[in-house]
C-alpha cells in the first residue's frame, strides 16, 4: 500500500520522461523521511519506478481502487448530513475510491465505527461527531487505526475546550451566518411593523456545540444592536439537534410566556427552528405572528418552503453540503493519494434564502 502510495504520488508530480535522476532525487527528496523508509524499500522502489511506465501506470491505476474512506455523520437522517454522503459519492466515483457512510449517533457507535474501518482496510476518514468534547479520545482511536482524520461541521475539542488545530477542519463561518439569520429577522419584523417591545425571541440552543454558541450569538447580537430588548430572550435548550428536541424545548417557553402574542426563533439549524415554529403551531400562535430563521437550505427547509401556504418558518441561510460533501472527500483523497495534507481550517460562507428565491439560491450554489 505504501510503496502504491509513492509510486502514485510520483506519477502525481511528474508528467515528464522519467529517468534515473529524477526519480532518485524524488524518491530521496520526499519519500526517505516522509514515509520512513529502510533502504531495501527504498531501492525496490527506484527499481520500480524505473521498470518502465506501462507496469506502474497499472500499479497506479489500481490504486484509486484500494482507497477506502469513511464518512462518519453523527445524526444519518437528518438531509443535510444526506445531502453531504450525496456529494462525498460524486467526489469517490470520480475518483474511484470506496466511501464507507457510517451513522454514529453516540461516543460507544463512533468508536467503533473507526475500529471497523480500521479493521477494513480504509486509510482515512471524515467525522461530524456527536460530541465534540470525544475530540482526544478519536484522535487517539484514529492514530490506533493507522487512519488519517478530517473533521466536518462539528470541530473536535481538547479537554480544556479549546479546538483540537492539528485535525483539518471543515465547518461554517458561524458567527457570520448567525448574523445573517438576525438580519434577515430584523428586517421582516420592521417590514412587519412590529413593535420589538412585544415580541418574544425563542433561543433554541445547544451549548455544549461551539459552532450552535457562535451560530445563535451572532443572530442575537444583530437584533440587540437593533434594538431587540434582552429580557424578551427566552432560552429552549434542546437535548439533540433535532426537530423533536427543539419542539419540545420551545412549547416550555411559549406556554411560560403566554402573554407574548407575537415570536421569532434562533437556532443551529433547520431542525431547531423548525421544532420552534411547530411549537408555535401546537399553541395555536398564527404563522403571521412567527419569524423563524433557520441553518442549513437542505430538505428539511425545502419541504417546508414547498407547502402551499406560508408557515411560520420564514427564511434560512442554505450552506454548501456540496463544499461539505465533496470538497473535504476530495481533500482526504489527496491526502492519502498524493500526501497533500489538507489545509487546517476552511470556512464556508452560507446565503439568505426564502420561499420565493430558494430555488435560485440553490441554483447559484450548484447543489440544486
Ligand atoms: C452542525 C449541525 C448540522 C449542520 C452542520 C453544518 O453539525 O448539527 O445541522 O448545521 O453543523
Known amino acids: 500500500?505504501?510503496?502504491?502510495?509513492?509510486?502514485?504520488?510520483?506519477?502525481?508530480?511528474?508528467?515528464?520522461?522519467?529517468?534515473?535522476?529524477?526519480?532518485?532525487?524524488?524518491?530521496?527528496?520526499?519519500?526517505?523521511?516522509?514515509?520512513?523508509?529502510?533502504?531495501?524499500?527504498?531501492?525496490?522502489?527506484?527499481?520500480?519506478?524505473?521498470?518502465?511506465?506501462?507496469?506502474?501506470?497499472?500499479?497506479?491505476?489500481?490504486?484509486?481502487?484500494?482507497?477506502?474512506?469513511?464518512?462518519?455523520?453523527?445524526q444519518p437522517?437528518?438531509?443535510?448530513?444526506?445531502?453531504?454522503?450525496?456529494?462525498a459519492e460524486v467526489a469517490a466515483k470520480e475518483k474511484g475510491f470506496t466511501l464507507v457512510k457510517i451513522g454514529a449517533e453516540d461516543g460507544e457507535k463512533l468508536q467503533s465505527a473507526i475500529d471497523n474501518l480500521g479493521a477494513q482496510g480504509a486509510q482515512g476518514f471524515i467525522v461530524c461527531t456527536p460530541d465534540v468534547k470525544l475530540g482526544p479520545g478519536i484522535v487517539a482511536k484514529a492514530a490506533a487505526n493507522d487512519l488519517k482524520i478530517m473533521t466536518v461541521d462539528d470541530r473536535l475539542?481538547?479537554?480544556?475546550?479549546?479546538?483540537?488545530?492539528?485535525?483539518?477542519?471543515?465547518?461554517?463561518?458561524?458567527?457570520?451566518?448567525?448574523?445573517?439569520?438576525?438580519?434577515?429577522?430584523?428586517?421582516?419584523?420592521?417590514?412587519?411593523?412590529?413593535?420589538?417591545?412585544?415580541?418574544?425571541?425563542?433561543?433554541?440552543?445547544?451549548?455544549?456545540?461551539?459552532?450552535?454558541?457562535?451560530?445563535?450569538?451572532?443572530?442575537?447580537?444583530?437584533?440587540?444592536?437593533?434594538?431587540?430588548?434582552?429580557?424578551?430572550?427566552?432560552?429552549a435548550p434542546q437535548a439533540k439537534t433535532d426537530t423533536e428536541a427543539a419542539l419540545n424545548a420551545s412549547t416550555v417557553v411559549l406556554n411560560k410566556n403566554a402573554n407574548i402574542k407575537k415570536w421569532i426563533a434562533v437556532g443551529l439549524n433547520d431542525?431547531?427552528?423548525?421544532?420552534?415554529?411547530?411549537?408555535?403551531?401546537?399553541?395555536?400562535?398564527?404563522?403571521?405572528?412567527m419569524i423563524g430563521v433557520g441553518i442549513g437550505g437542505a430538505d428539511s427547509a425545502i419541504n417546508e418552503f414547498k407547502k402551499?401556504?406560508?408557515?411560520?418558518?420564514?427564511?434560512?441561510?442554505?450552506?454548501?453540503?456540496?463544499?461539505?460533501?465533496?470538497?473535504?472527500?476530495l481533500n482526504m483523497y489527496n491526502w492519502i493519494a498524493d500526501g497533500k495534507a489538507p489545509e487546517k481550517l476552511i470556512l464556508t460562507a452560507g446565503q439568505v434564502a426564502l420561499r420565493d428565491n430558494y430555488e435560485t439560491v440553490r441554483k447559484e450554489l450548484g447543489i440544486e
Open 157 to 235: 475539542v481538547n479537554a480544556d475546550g479549546s479546538p483540537i488545530e492539528d485535525v483539518p477542519h471543515m465547518g461554517i463561518s458561524a458567527t457570520k451566518i448567525g448574523e445573517a439569520v438576525g438580519q434577515t429577522i430584523v428586517d421582516e419584523i420592521k417590514k412587519r411593523g412590529w413593535n420589538m417591545s412585544e415580541v418574544g425571541a425563542v433561543r433554541v440552543s445547544y451549548d455544549q456545540l461551539p459552532t450552535a454558541v457562535d451560530r445563535i450569538d451572532g443572530a442575537l447580537s444583530v437584533l440587540k444592536a437593533n434594538g431587540f430588548p434582552q429580557a424578551n430572550i427566552f432560552d
Open 1 to 74: 500500500m505504501r510503496i502504491l502510495n509513492i509510486i502514485h504520488s510520483y506519477f502525481n508530480h511528474h508528467t515528464k520522461a522519467i529517468d534515473q535522476y529524477d526519480v532518485s532525487s524524488y524518491i530521496n527528496d520526499h519519500c526517505r523521511e516522509q514515509f520512513d523508509l529502510g533502504r531495501e524499500t527504498m531501492r525496490f522502489l527506484k527499481a520500480a519506478i524505473l521498470a518502465g511506465t506501462v507496469a506502474v501506470f497499472a500499479a497506479t491505476s489500481a490504486f484509486a481502487a484500494d482507497v477506502k474512506i469513511g464518512f462518519i455523520v453523527k
Open 308 to 329: 402551499p401556504t406560508a408557515t411560520g418558518f420564514f427564511g434560512t441561510i442554505i450552506i454548501s453540503p456540496k463544499r461539505h460533501g465533496y470538497e473535504t472527500a
Open 77 to 87: 437522517e437528518e438531509p443535510w448530513f444526506q445531502d453531504e454522503w450525496k456529494f
Open 271 to 289: 431542525e431547531a427552528v423548525l421544532g420552534a415554529v411547530r411549537a408555535t403551531e401546537t399553541v395555536g400562535i398564527p404563522a403571521d405572528s
